[in-house]
């Protein structure tokens, strides 16, 4: 019973463009007055960026979240932990040095379309700069004893991107003339500023891995056979020439119109698919941690996926759509109720009794989670008593329940209303994709378990079935109807921490033992602690200060997703065991690089390490 109560105030309304999008039925429940339902307000309205940030450090943040899939493929992955097989290496060198000389030909043809001397200063500057990478990557040709010559064809990754880039360059853009066409000198810019858009996320990217990688190296004992690359990438140099791709971009789109600049915000993201596309398609041929389930095989495996609802999933908690529901439905205090109907609240009261049960819920849960907490910090994990301290946070958790059934606030939900509500709940960005992803793969012979304190499975169910996810097992309380009105109490199956692991255990008894089960549990709250330990992969979507507090205090590690698969890669190439085993202590934490949190695109990253390719940008 996470819900609302983590508010300090009295229940308000949802946001109304969150309401609007909820609840679409023009009577709910019997509601006196039609309710006029207006648009939700467009993306570019709720995400307006300051317009002082140049353009180019507008896509970065647009399109940043993206460049971590690059992070997780198995090349970059292998390269960080330092045993990536010299012949990876060597072919990817190769590769880049075909890109690279696109790159500066690319550049070329961009100092000849800029009019501005300063411009062209600044073009040639970094044209010079790719022919000194150029040179070190011959370096690293020499040291490793590699032939080019022989390192096999030009992958079509690498073609796509150098094809992309230098059509570009010469004009080949939608709406562009050609080179030789361009009568005057802005339309020339013009180009000037289409090419540099399709370069500078790929130098804003590699700047980007290589302050992630160096931010790694000081974990290893000994050198690191990759720590020149890594180095070259991180250095002031690098980093300084990346601002500069970034800075000329911003000039030479200065008198651009608005339809001009979203060809270039369209370049922009084309070229940062197609750098990860570069990244993905290098080929591994060791064993690697990711994919998941690399070695996975269908007839002796089963991935045995597991995810938490409430803001893992979603982006509002399911109580307070459901309060929601009940607030906006429910008659005023001035309006008689019908005799064939179960007798609610006003609205006016329902409001102020989820207030009052939001404010005891808050202090009280602060309470308990102090009362639970060793007076020191443990030296070691001991997940038995994690889990008796748990106990008691379920007791509360049930007693809170039990209050909210017998204060009758929700009496009288219309169950087409819920249903409609789920079906408009609105999902973290990806969530649904994911788990279509992982479902209809029947290679992956997967079951997928949602378990959530939910008070009404009836939600979560047409929340999913928006997406055709019919396939998804829902464990969680239900409401109980009578002809189709909630009667206010509700079956209790998925109250506490205590009832979750216990779901877990039986879902994973039940299994057949024919197969091989990998484990992953997906969850954000103190509620979800015990399962993420019990899987063999905990994944943490979120930042519950309630979660972190308590399992740090029973001696949980968390360590961010990327170093700990480098770290896991590094083992696995050390000959150690590179299967995962749950109850060890340690939980894989979310999205953070540079110290930006990407909770939201927490499924794109998973589907990735699951089975190795994102699905469609």
């Known amino acids: 019973m996470r819900f609302l109560f983590s508010l300090k105030t009295p229940i308000k309304p949802l946001p109304h463009y969150l309401s609007t999008r909820l609840l679409s039925s023009s009577r709910l429940n019997n509601s006196p007055t039609s309710m006029a339902i207006p648009p939700p307000p467009s993306a570019k309205s709720v995400a307006a960026v300051d317009s002082e940030v ?14 971590v899939l690059a992070l997780y493929t198995p090349f970059v992955l292998c390269l960080a932990s330092g045993n990536l097989r010299v012949e990876t290496f060597r072919h990817y060198i190769a590769q880049d040095v075909y890109f690279l000389r696109a790159f500066a030909q690319a550049y070329e043809l961009a100092e000849e379309c800029a009019d501005d001397d300063d411009a062209k200063i600044s073009i040639s500057e970094l044209r010079k700069a790719v022919l000194e990478e150029l040179k070190m990557h011959n370096s690293f040709v020499q040291e490793w004893g590699s032939d080019l010559a022989k390192e096999g ?22 709406g562009v003339k050609g080179p030789g066409k361009l009568a005057t000198p802005f339309e020339k810019t013009k180009v000037a500023a289409y090419t540099l858009g399709a370069m500078t996320p790929c130098m804003r990217l590699y700047a980007s ?4 990688l160096v931010a790694l190296l000081d974990l290893h004992e000994g050198s690191h056979p990759y720590r020149k690359w890594i180095e070259n990438y991180s250095s002031e140099g690098f980093q300084a020439s990346a601002v500069q791709t970034e800075d000329l971009l911003d000039k030479l789109s200065v008198s651009l119109t608005g339809e001009e600049l979203h060809i270039i915000e369209k370049l922009y993201h084309q070229a940062m698919k197609l750098e990860i596309d570069f990244f993905s398609a290098q080929p591994v041929v060791q064993p690697t941690v990711v994919p998941l389930t690399k070695e996975h095989n269908p007839a002796e495996d089963r ?35 019908p005799e064939n109907q179960l007798p609610r609240m006003s609205s006016a009261d329902l409001r102020n009794t ?19 907490m060793p007076p020191e910090k443990v030296d070691k994990f001991k997940y038995e008593d994690l889990r008796k301290a748990l106990e008691q946070l379920s007791d509360f958790e049930k007693r809170a329940n039990d209050r909210v059934i017998e204060s009758g606030v929700l009496k009288g939900l219309n169950h087409e209303d819920i249903k409609r509500a789920g079906e408009r709940l609105i999902l973290q960005d990806g969530c649904t994709t994911f788990f279509q992803k992982v479902v209809k793969n029947v290679n992956l012979n997967a079951k997928v378990h949602v378990l959530s304190y939910c008070w009404c499975g009836d939600l979560i169910r047409s929340a999913f079935s928006s997406g055709d ?37 039986n879902i994973l008894n039940n299994c057949s033992n024919d197969r091989r089960n990998l484990t992953v549990y997906i969850g ?94």
């Open 209 to 212: 891995l290589g302050k992630e």
């Open 153 to 174: 064809s030009v992958n079509s990754a690498t073609v796509k991107y150098t094809d992309f880039l230098l059509a570009t360059a010469s004009g080949k853009v939608e």
């Open 354 to 372: 989820w207030g009052l049960l939001s404010r005891q819920y808050t202090e009280e849960f602060e309470q308990c989670i102090e009362s639970i």
């Open 303 to 337: 991935l045995m996926l597991f995810s938490d609802f409430d803001l893992t999933c979603t982006v509002v908690d399911s109580s307070a759509i459901l309060a929601e529901i009940a607030i906006v439905t429910a008659p005023k205090s001035d309006q008689s109720q």
């Open 524 to 617: 954000d709250s103190i509620g979800d602690l015990l399962c993420l330990l019990e899987a063999d992969i905990g994944i943490v979507i979120g930042s519950s200060s309630s979660l972190r507090r308590v399992a740090s205090q029973f001696g949980v590690s968390f360590v961010p997703l990327f170093p700990g698969l480098v770290k896991k890669q590094k083992e696995c190439g050390e000959g150690e065991s590179s299967s995962w085993k749950g109850l060890s202590g340690i939980l894989y934490t979310g999205l953070i690089i540079q110290d930006v949190i990407l909770f939201s695109f927490g499924f794109l990253v998973l589907s990735l390490i699951l089975t190795s390719r994102p699905y469609s940008l």
């Open 469 to 505: 996810l019919l396939e998804l097992n829902i464990h969680s309380n239900e409401f109980t109807f009578i002809e189709s009105i909630s009667t206010g109490e509700i079956d209790k199956k998925v109250e506490s921490p205590i009832d979750k692991v216990q779901a877990f255990k």
């Open 54 to 67: 140049g353009l180019a450090k507008r896509f970065w943040i647009k399109f940043r979240r993206e460049s």
